[in-house]
């Protein structure tokens, strides 16, 4: 079983109430700016959850809102089962927040940094500091004062202190900013780690590969509204079918020939749209990677001599690039309608 699916696997019989729960929560600030807009959003415990939008989008301000750090001027949200307003310590109580700047402090060492983490939160004994110093490879520099880490290990560090407390819900905030690609994969080691061990995490990222790589489902910002919330997989297939190039020896009439062997094979459902090119065959299909091997046998069966073949297949860089431009791009946009409170029916 994959990680991804493990994790689906725990959230689907996690127990209690939802990690978050928001219902049009909004913030519009004294001189009329509105930063959040009517954001409803359900995410069950144990899920890994990912946060995109353009810069300015409302990531950071809705974070804040959810983890008590801006009361909300409209609608509610209850995280982990605490009312963000009347329940403000609670809810702190059970979240742990990894802001997009370091927080550590550079004169102290690792252990130090720890230890006043944990007695903020009120966590006693040394058991907890030994425990997340293993957990994020800095027990042999523990007594190292952070200011001589390098910019990896400092943020390791920080994601180490948002989790003092056990918290059930963490917040990352643009977490890898800044960080080498072998620094930034060892930051997602970890966050998969305490994710698989139940922790639920609101993941906001510029690193669409990040996102793709490591969230369960994605909701996207933009101008302060919720504009999609979906699996990474399905956001992509909104953009429209893969494509297949295939290139075939022989010039128009080759291509031709292809065409009509590539209909004649049964390969080319309603689904399929199937145009000749100078070089030979251009395949938009909802199932790239399933139909493309079937459709070269069909081909070489039928006597076409194929001298190249492409899958390309749409990313989260064209998602995110869509949305950026307003949909303008081919993204049918769709705001996500609120989920049912508990007891209502759908």
């Not at 550590?104 to 940094?113: G, Q």
């Not at 994020?136 to 180490?160: E, I």
Request: proline share 5%; aromatic share 4%; net charge negative.
């Amino acid at each position: 079983m994959s990680s991804n699916a493990a994790r689906q696997d725990a959230t689907a019989d996690s127990q209690g109430p939802p990690a978050v729960d928001s219902e049009g929560l909004s913030l519009t600030y004294a001189d009329g700016t509105e930063a959040v807009r009517d954001v409803s959003l359900t995410i069950p415990r144990g899920e890994f959850f990912g946060f995109l939008g353009p810069n300015g989008a409302g990531k950071t301000t809705t974070i804040k809102l959810l983890s008590t750090l801006l009361a909300p001027t409209g609608g509610t949200a209850r995280i982990n089962g605490y009312d963000v307003v009347d329940e403000r310590s609670a809810v702190r109580g059970t979240v742990g927040y990894m802001a997009q700047h370091i927080s550590v402090d550079t004169e102290l060492t690792a252990r130090e940094n720890l230890r006043f983490a944990c007695e903020a939160y009120g966590v006693t004994g040394g058991d907890r500091i030994d425990e997340l110093l293993d957990l994020v490879d800095l027990a042999d520099v523990a007594d190292t004062p952070a200011g001589n880490f390098s910019g990896g290990m400092q943020k390791r560090l920080d994601a180490a202190m948002a989790l003092v407390h056990d918290p059930a819900l963490v917040f990352l905030d643009e977490p890898t900013t800044g960080l080498d690609p072998k620094a930034r994969n060892r930051l997602w080691d970890y966050f998969e780690r305490i994710n698989d061990a139940g922790t639920t995490i609101f993941l906001t990222t510029q690193y669409l590969e990040e996102a793709d790589a490591l969230c369960d489902r994605l909701a996207v910002i933009r101008d302060g509204e919720l504009v999609a919330d979906d699996s990474p997989s399905a956001l992509k297939r909104r953009l429209g079918p893969s494509r297949l190039t295939i290139d075939v020896a022989g010039g128009q009439e080759a291509a031709e020939n292809a065409a009509r062997a590539a209909r004649q094979s049964g390969l080319v459902t309603d689904e399929t749209v199937l145009e000749t090119t100078a070089d030979g065959l251009d395949v938009a299909t909802p199932a790239p990677t399933e139909d493309g091997p079937d459709l070269l046998v069909a081909l070489r069966d039928a006597g076409v001599s194929v001298t190249g073949f492409d899958i390309e297949k749409a990313t989260l860089d064209d998602v995110f690039l869509a949305i950026a431009d307003d949909g303008t791009t081919g993204l049918d946009v769709e705001r996500p309608q609120p989920t049912a409170a508990a007891g209502e029916s759908a």
